[in-house]
T-cell receptor, first 112, second 115 residues
Framework: GENVEQHPSTLSVQEGDSAVIKCTYSDSASNYFPWYKQELGKRPQLIIDIRSNVGEKKDQRIAVTLNKTAKHFSLHITETQPEDSAVYFCAASPGGSYIPTFGRGTSLIVHP | DADVTQTPRNRITKTGKRIMLECSQTKGHDRMYWYRQDPGLGLRLIYYSFDVKDINKGEISDGYSVSRQAQAKFSLSLESAIPNQTALYFC??????????????FGPGTRLTVL
């Protein structure tokens, strides 16, 4: 089955800095890569996703990049704000079922 | 608003007890899931169901069972709870034809402690 590795497990930045979270996947059949954000005490929510036929996608201050050849994808957050503090999960999904396999999560802390 | 709900929200039980966690949804989705969240281990899939007559094991199904009583209801049972089943449990639903492919809509979670 699919195996998703996510790094780092913890990331601490100053407000206004950029943050990058990296994930790798093992199954070449995976073709959809969502990212979820979980604020403290809340449920995870999807914030951005990318399909395998696209190399990069942006939504305001967040962007995702995908390198299919290397089987890795990344989340980029620019101009970080304290409200970006949360746990972020990457996931990889195969075509057909699109059931996600999640990474272990990155705890992002943005210091004011 | 359409939502996913879970009961109970918190539960403390003892080793060997049978316990059921319940999930209901008003989103009209056919697909439902049970995940377990442990610190540092992410979200791991326990069971999933694509419709009322469909039940599938996930990554970590041992020690768990499920029942899909209706399109809107999916319950998770621990037949004989053990301490390493202490975790945060999430139910989720999805629509594979949605704008975002199979986006997982999570419930608020049930925090289970097994003593």
């Amino acid at each position: 089955g699919e195996n998703v590795e996510q790094h780092p497990s913890t990331l601490s930045v100053q407000e206004g800095d950029s943050a990058v979270i990296k994930c790798t996947y093992s199954d070449s059949a995976s073709n959809y890569f969502p990212w979820y954000k979980q604020e403290l005490g809340k449920r995870p929510q999807l914030i951005i996703d990318i399909r395998s036929n696209v190399g990069e996608k942006k939504d305001q201050r967040i962007a995702v990049t995908l390198n299919k050849t290397a089987k890795h994808f990344s989340l980029h957050i620019t101009e970080t704000q304290p409200e970006d503090s949360a746990v972020y999960f990457c996931a990889a999904s195969p075509g057909g079922s699109y059931i996600p396999t999640f990474g272990r999560g990155t705890s992002l802390i943005v210091h004011p | 608003d359409a939502d996913v709900t879970q009961t109970p929200r918190n539960r403390i039980t003892k080793t060997g007890k049978r316990i059921m966690l319940e999930c209901s949804q008003t989103k009209g989705h056919d697909r439902m899931y049970w995940y377990r969240q442990d610190p540092g281990l992410g979200l791991r899939l326990i069971y999933y169901s694509f419709d009322v007559k469909d039940i599938n094991k996930g990554e970590i199904s041992d020690g768990y069972s499920v029942s899909r009583q209706a399109q809107a209801k999916f319950s998770l049972s621990l037949e004989s709870a053990i301490p390493n089943q202490t975790a945060l449990y999430f139910c989720a639903t999805s629509d594979p034809q949605g704008y975002r492919i199979n986006e997982q809509f999570f419930g608020p979670g049930t925090r289970l402690t097994v003593l």
